[in-house]
């Protein structure tokens, strides 16, 4: 299956760029570009991609907007496609806020081609880009500047596999290396993700890995 994308950036080299490299390749197709959030939510309204490759600073509307208005939609609007951020910052407080809006992760404006064509085809197949250090870091050094909330009461729902789950996606670990860790079977661990997701009410794992520092499972700078 072709993956749709569509690329919102207000520098017009790096939106020709990326979209030379994107539809280059035989599961790509580039449906739509835009230079700034506000055309790129109608944009994608209008071609329905299943990735938004996002900047996060720019004019009339930024990325953390447009990001928050494409994944909580209004009533009526039944497409929802998966975001992911693009920064010249590796920590930067509008990518952190994405995040915790459901976005599927960030990439470096800088990285590889090779990353940027990777991390589109890992966001279309629902899972978050969180493998980078970077990604990691930045998650960690906000959730250690910000107060505790009452998240740590929702733990109470899961069991003790899922809880040791979450806390291994926290760290890092792809399902494989869950796997491994566990000795379960990778669909096993997939189905253990597939409940924490839907009793604690997030989206992906993006979003399991802010909730795990944040309700206190997992403390900053712990491996």
Request: charged content about 25%.
């Amino acid at each position: 299956m072709t993956i749709r994308v569509i690329i919102v950036d207000d520098q017009n080299m790096v939106r020709a760029g990326f979209a030379a490299l994107l539809a280059a390749q035989s599961d790509i197709d580039v449906v739509g570009e835009a230079p700034n959030g506000k055309e790129g939510v109608d944009v994608s309204r209008k071609t329905h991609p299943d990735v938004v490759l996002m900047d996060v600073r720019m004019p009339e509307m930024d990325g953390l907007a447009a990001a928050r208005a494409l994944l909580d939609p209004p009533p009526g609007v039944v497409h929802v496609p998966k975001v992911l951020m693009l920064t010249t910052f590796d920590v930067d407080d509008y990518v952190y806020e994405a995040l915790r809006a459901g976005a599927s992760g960030f990439l470096l404006k800088d990285a590889p081609p090779a990353d940027l064509i990777s991390a589109v085809r890992v966001v279309a197949a629902g899972e978050a880009l969180l493998a980078p250090s970077v990604t990691r870091r930045l998650i960690t050094d906000f959730v250690k500047q910000r107060p505790r909330n009452d998240q740590s009461l929702r733990l109470n729902g899961l069991t003790p596999r899922e809880t040791e789950v979450l806390a291994l996606i926290a760290r890092g670990l792809s399902n494989q290396e869950i796997a491994e860790h566990l000795v379960l079977a990778e669909q096993t661990v997939k189905t253990h993700i597939g409940k924490v997701l839907s009793k604690l009410d997030l989206r992906d794992r993006a979003q399991a890995v802010i909730f795990a520092y944040e309700s206190g499972l997992i403390t900053p700078g712990e491996q």
